[in-house]
């Protein structure tokens, strides 16, 4: 097995270490933490491929959320997230008026995440920031969510990568373009593929719903 890239004793090689076995393992009473989804997302960054699927546990008694590392070997190029300029993430937050994209409540800015419309799981390259991009692509690239609604979107987000069965909100089967699953024309690292999808623009999706209960 390749050294992995991850410091001992760190959550990240925990969880890389427990899945390295290769079997099917618990997030809800196997993996540290009570969100391991964020370190799911960076040892994919690093190019190792994760498998989600929803098994019964023996443990919890429950559906739970399963995991399991393809390999120890990194498969896909590996990248890693940079820092969003401190500069930008202020353009953004002012962009938005600190109003979060679900609730539109306004909020502190300690309290909001930008959040990337496409999500990480389907990059394929390192992410480059223009702190002076227009307002047109702050609105098209990013938005702005709590820590829960970020985890929420990014458990979506994995199971539609895995699955190609896109992820609706609180069970309104709705998507302003496209259907229920990932169109199969699309490659999955093309962002046309998320148009539609509640998560990806939450905004564009509500005013559409809207629009047609108007006419109704």
């Known amino acids: 097995m390749t050294k992995h890239p991850f410091s001992d004793g760190t959550k990240l090689e925990q969880i890389f270490t427990i899945l390295s076995d290769g079997d099917w393992h618990c997030g809800k009473h196997e993996l540290p ?13 690093h190019g190792f491929q994760i498998e989600n699927k929803t098994l019964n546990c023996p443990i919890c008694g429950y559906a739970t959320v399963h995991r399991r590392l393809i390999s120890t070997e990194p498969i896909a190029p590996s990248f890693v ?16 008026k600190n109003t979060e994209a679900i609730t539109l409540r306004q909020m502190l800015p300690n309290q909001l995440e930008v959040d990337h419309r496409f999500p990480q799981v389907r990059w394929v390259q390192d992410e480059t920031y223009d702190p002076e991009m227009s ?3 702050i609105h098209r690239k990013f938005q702005l969510l709590t820590r829960e609604h970020n985890l929420w979107k990014s458990r ?3 199971r539609c990568k895995q699955t190609r069965e896109r992820g609706t909100f609180i069970g309104i089967n709705y998507f302003y373009e496209g259907g229920e699953m990932w169109d199969e024309n699309i490659a999955d690292e093309d962002e046309r593929g998320c148009l539609g999808c509640f998560w990806y623009d ?8 809207n629009s047609e209960l108007k006419g109704r």
């Open 33 to 45: 933490g009570t969100q391991p989804a964020k370190a799911i997302q960076i040892i994919r960054q």
């Open 135 to 137: 307002e047109e692509q």
């Open 156 to 158: 979506y987000c994995e």
């Open 81 to 96: 997230r940079l820092q969003l300029p401190t500069k930008l993430r202020k353009r953004v937050l002012q962009h938005y």
């Open 202 to 209: 939450p905004e564009t999706w509500r005013n559409s719903l």
